[in-house]
């Protein structure tokens, strides 16, 4: 995702000081989350690899882990 994907937000974005993407993607069954800095007005952008808590619905400093998806739910 990009800052041009969100359409109409033109006033938002122009107004705000920092715009974060949160996506995520499914490799070789493990769910890798994503949170994208594109827009700071005050600091550096660029993206970087975060670990998601469902249950609390956190993002946290990535950590690597070993465990897929199929394992966890099994």
């Known amino acids: 995702p990009d800052i041009i994907d969100l359409k109409g937000t033109g006033a938002l974005e122009q ?8 996506y ?3 490799e070789n069954g493990v769910m890798k989350c994503f ?3 594109a827009k700071n007005r005050n600091g550096e952008t660029g993206e970087r690899q975060v670990n998601f808590e469902g249950s609390m619905f956190k993002f946290t400093e990535y ?5 897929r998806m199929e394992d966890r739910y099994s």
């Open 15 to 22: 107004l705000s000081h920092v715009v974060i993407l949160i």
């Open 24 to 26: 995520r993607t499914l």
């Open 35 to 37: 949170a994208k800095i």
């Open 63 to 67: 950590e690597e882990k070993s465990e």
